[in-house]
T-cell receptor
Framework: NAGVTQTPKFRVLKTGQSMTLLCAQD?????MYWYRQDPGMGLRLIHY???????AKGEVPDGYNVSRLKKQNFLLGLESAAPSQTSVYFC??????????????FGNGTRLTVT | QQQVKQSPQSLIVQKGGISIINCAYE??????FPWYQQFPGKGPALLIA?????SEKKEGRFTISFNKSAKQFSLHIMDSQPGDSATYFC??????????FGDGTTLTVKP
């Protein structure tokens, strides 16, 4: 049981380049999330999805797009990377929202550097 | 506006000591308060969680204390071990499907 798998693990981009981060979960969870983690700033929500075909903006959505075409996959896209997007990106999933008995399950992150 | 404030930012404790991490929140709509533990190179993982209708929850060496009137909650790690060295995040959730995280506390337990 792999849980939440993120690819790639590391990536270096030049300013203006684009890329897509892939998140896959095998737990049949309805909700999926993308967070970024920066030193001293905790985890900030970028976008999330409450089910296949749905997406919604989180706390810091600018410069990112997402898609949830299949229930098990949640893609995060950067159309024109900027140095401010240098961060560690975490995908998470949960069975149904974030209530009791529905904790977040995180992947191991993608470390992105934009030069 | 930071909705969940966590302190301290870093903490050094001797082996066998008690580690205490504090969080305060503002939004009274929060109804679930989990703590996550993160080791270097890994994603956060649920450690322990509490609902606001109880004042304390204990799981092994880990205890959450919750003060609803003060809108504060804390994590206590008893008999801290070097293997507990990690970053700890408190979070506050609503049932609408989003978590708000504190900024994290890096705990170092010295042998």
């Amino acid at each position: 049981n792999a849980g939440v798998t993120q690819t790639p693990k590391f990536r270096v981009l030049k300013t203006g380049q684009s890329m897509t981060l892939l998140c896959a979960q095998d737990m049949n969870h309805e909700y999926m999330y993308w967070y970024r983690q920066d030193p001293g700033m905790g985890l900030r929500l970028i976008h999330y999805s409450v089910g296949e075909g749905t997406t919604a903006k989180g706390e810091v959505p600018d410069g990112y797009n997402v898609s949830r075409l299949k229930k098990q996959n949640f893609l995060l896209g950067l159309e024109s990377a900027a140095p401010s997007q240098t961060s560690v990106y975490f995908c998470a999933s949960s069975y149904s929202g974030t209530g009791f008995n529905s904790p977040l399950h995180f992947g191991n992150g993608t470390r992105l550097t934009v030069t | 506006q930071q909705q969940v404030k966590q302190s301290p930012q870093s903490l050094i404790v001797q082996k066998g000591g008690i580690s205490i991490i504090n969080c305060a929140y503002e939004n009274t709509a929060f109804d679930y308060f989990p703590w996550y533990q993160q080791f270097p190179g890994k994603g956060p993982a649920l450690l322990i969680a509490i609902r606001p209708d109880v004042s304390e929850k204990k799981e092994g060496r880990f205890t959450i204390s919750f003060n609803k009137s003060a809108k504060q909650f804390s994590l206590h790690i008893m008999d801290s071990q070097p293997g507990d060295s990690a970053t700890y995040f408190c979070a506050a959730n609503t049932n609408a499907g989003k978590s708000t995280f504190g900024d994290g506390t890096t705990l170092t337990v010295k042998p």
